[in-house]
Structure formats: C-alpha cells, structure tokens
C-alpha cells in the first residue's frame, strides 16, 4: 500500500526517473536525511541508497495489490506511480485508490479480510509492523 512520497522516499525515482541531483534536491529527500526516527516525518533510509532502491522495487513487483493514489493524478501522486510502474516493469495484479484504505478496512472487514487472503503483501509505512500483528491477530494469519 503506497502513495507517491513512499516512491520519493524509497529513492525508486533515483537514476530511473529524475536524475540524482534531482532526487536529492527533492523535499522528500531532505525529510529523510533528516534522521528522524518515528512519526510522519520518519522514511527509514537516508539517501542516496540505490541498493534500497532496488529492493523497493523488487519487493513492489512481487505484491499482488498495490494501493495508490488515483483520485490526484499528477506528478506528485498517481502519474508519477504509473511512470515508476512502467519504467520498472511492475504490473500489479490489483490496484485501487489508496485513499479508500481506512474506509475498507473497517467498514467493509470481511471483503478486505478475503482480498488480503493468501497474497503477498508489502506494507510500507513507519507502523508497518503494528498493522502487521494487528491484521495477523484480527485474520488470525501467520
């Protein structure tokens, strides 16, 4: 489940997209060589990093369900996710607006609970592994 800023903040746009001086004058950089550990302000890599990079990708190409922005498409939101989408080669087998998260996961928990069921799943976000044992222990998964 992404938005664009994961792309900036992974360093996925790097040497692909934009260039690295591009990149690194990019504000999503600054935030992330800021250090800061927790919070919305947390990316947990500092940049440049082409090795992260390279797994970001490849961990978003084995995802079966990526979510993304598609109600905003500019270069700042869903364009910007297509154009890494293709320059990667990645060709999810679902996708859907990642703004409607929240809303499927509590108002809609048995068709949330049966799209997640036996897929590969990448979460990205400073509480990945809080919603990790969260949804383990609602679906009751390993």
């Known amino acids: 489940m992404l938005d664009s800023s994961v792309y900036v903040s992974s360093g996925v746009l790097m040497d ?8 690194m004058n990019h504000p999503e950089a600054a935030v992330a060589n800021a250090g800061h550990k927790r919070g919305v302000k947390h990316r947990g890599v500092r940049f440049p990093n082409i090795e992260i990079r390279d797994a970001a990708i490849e961990a978003v190409k084995k995802a079966d369900i990526i979510g993304y922005c598609l109600s905003v498409h500019n270069m700042d939101a869903g364009k910007l996710t297509e154009i890494v989408f293709e320059k990667n080669n990645i060709k999810p087998l ?5 703004y409607i998260r929240r809303v499927i996961m509590v108002s809609q928990k048995n068709k949330f609970e049966k799209m997640l069921s036996g897929r590969k799943i990448l979460l990205i976000s400073t509480m990945a ?9 609602s679906f009751k998964r390993d």
């Open 16 to 23: 692909r997209i934009h260039s690295e001086e591009y990149f």
């Open 94 to 98: 679902f996708v859907y607006d990642a």
């Open 129 to 137: 592994e809080e919603v990790s044992n969260r949804w383990r222990k």
